[in-house]
């Protein structure tokens, strides 16, 4: 015992070192379990308040170039109301109440009050949380395209994977013909830029094409905008496309958002869980 | 003494409000990314205890890890930093020891002392982070060139704080 107790003395400093070093790799492993809550990340009190002041006075100097993309959202959706607009009439009464129709999507509008766009994972912190009805795993998209999927949330804010990290998967699809494919992050990707693995090769896809997202994906809303193809290659022995586009955000500019919740997704992603559960019991 | 442990109080503070408010803003492409915070290790005095020397590099990652959004890895790298720093300070030191009054400063140590030490120390850090933010050995090189960029600027950055804020001072050695 003595022995033991001299030799902790004696090697104190290597010992601290190396409880502290296991201190960062469970700390560091529990980040990248993408379920887990985190006590140390932005959504929390100190942080989240600290940028919320830099968001505001910065969102002030912004308002000029603000103004003229609510202008322009403004104009695109008054487009869509002036040239259906003998529909909509009925269709707008019908959705609340009516039992053949109901809302999939809610929108909640939210504000970026932290962003990076230069790191092999980026992250937003939003100035919504659980008091304001977000949830793990909704779709953040602003008036330009689609922006990235909340992880985390705590009272008043919530932390989001942005679509410039490495972890995460769209799946998005050609708009003129409907061929999808997943859409990540890639490392030769800069802020205005993603890569579509896995295109089929008759897909007839072109520079320039629009992409948005697919509907097979239970988290965006199909026909969000995503970005345009920038370039095409087959890599030699695959039977598909890989795809670069440029992404239609402006990630350094990210100001306003809007946070998606699809209404359906739990029964949905149970009952596909349900199947492939049922499926694994039949083998 | 006391006056010393407010000055260090304080360079903490100032530091890391400096690198989220300010440089974490600062965009010049993947490759120059600035983490002056790490000049908080590298000014800590000569005779600081190495296990307070540790406790404190833990405590300053955690801080600019909550405003990062990672968790552990700036807490891990500042860590690996202060270990290697004290056998840094013991390779570079002068025959007859560091004196009480020294501060690992350009003023203090030159230009020469100051700028081998902290490379070492900013490559440590730099290398530690990126690999452990990339946590994969597929894009060894190019995030290779992230640490040896981002230790230039981070370096130079350093660099020119030195002579914003320290005077350049008399009783000095090199």
């Known amino acids: 015992m003595r022995t033991l107790l001299n030799f902790l003395i004696r090697n104190n400093y290597y010992l601290l070192f190396i409880f502290l070093q296991i201190m960062c790799i469970i700390l560091i492993s529990k980040n990248r379990n993408l379920q887990s809550t985190r006590i140390l990340n932005s959504s929390n009190a100190v942080a989240a308040n600290t940028f919320k002041t830099i968001a505001n006075t910065r969102e002030y100097l912004a308002l000029r170039e603000e103004n003229q993309m609510l202008a322009k959202e403004n104009a695109s959706l008054l487009n869509i109301i002036r040239s259906r607009s003998y529909e909509l009439i009925h269709v707008a009464s019908l959705v609340q109440n009516d039992t053949l129709y109901k809302q999939k999507y809610i929108f909640n509008s939210a504000k970026v009050i932290n962003n990076s766009t230069n790191l092999r994972s980026n992250y937003l912190t939003l100035n919504v949380g659980s008091q304001q009805g977000i949830t793990h795993d909704m779709a953040i998209i602003n008036s330009e395209g689609i922006v990235g999927v909340v992880k985390d949330v705590s009272k008043n804010f919530s932390s989001a994977l942005s679509i410039l990290h490495k972890d995460v998967k769209v799946t998005c699809m050609l708009k003129k013909n409907g061929f999808y494919g997943p859409l990540s992050w890639e490392k030769d990707d800069d802020y205005s830029s993603a890569t579509i693995s896995d295109m089929p090769m008759h897909s007839r896809i072109k520079a320039g094409d629009t992409i948005v997202t697919s509907a097979l994906s239970s988290i965006f809303p199909e026909g969000i905008m995503v970005g345009y193809v920038k370039s095409f290659e087959r890599k030699s022995g695959d039977a598909f496309y890989t795809v670069k586009i440029n992404l239609s955000t402006n990630f350094k500019k990210i100001n306003h958002v809007y946070v998606i919740k699809n209404v359906f997704k739990n029964e949905q992603d149970s009952l596909e869980l349900k199947s492939q559960t049922h499926d694994k019991d039949d083998k | ?174």
């Open chain 2, 1 to 174: 003494m006391i006056s010393n442990l407010f000055k260090n109080i304080l360079r903490f503070v100032v530091l890391v409000l400096l690198q989220v408010l300010i440089v974490k803003n600062i965009n010049l492409g993947r490759y120059f990314i600035f983490f002056p915070y790490v000049l908080f290790i590298l000014l800590l005095p000569f005779n600081t205890p190495k296990p307070l020397t540790l406790v404190l590099a833990f405590v300053l990652g955690l801080c600019v890890d909550m405003f990062y959004d990672t968790q552990g890895m700036h807490a891990m790298a500042c860590l690996t930093m202060a270990f290697v720093r004290s056998s840094v300070l013991e390779l570079f030191a002068p025959r007859e020891g560091y004196d009480e009054q020294l501060k690992p400063t350009i003023a203090y140590m030159g230009v020469g002392w100051f700028s081998s030490y902290a490379l070492i120390l900013i490559l440590v850090h730099h290398f530690v982070l990126f690999y452990i933010e990339a946590f994969t050995f597929h894009e060894f090189f190019r995030t290779l060139l992230r640490v040896l960029g981002s230790t230039l600027a981070t370096f130079s950055f350093i660099y020119l704080m030195q002579f914003l804020f320290y005077r350049q001072s008399n009783n000095r050695i090199s």
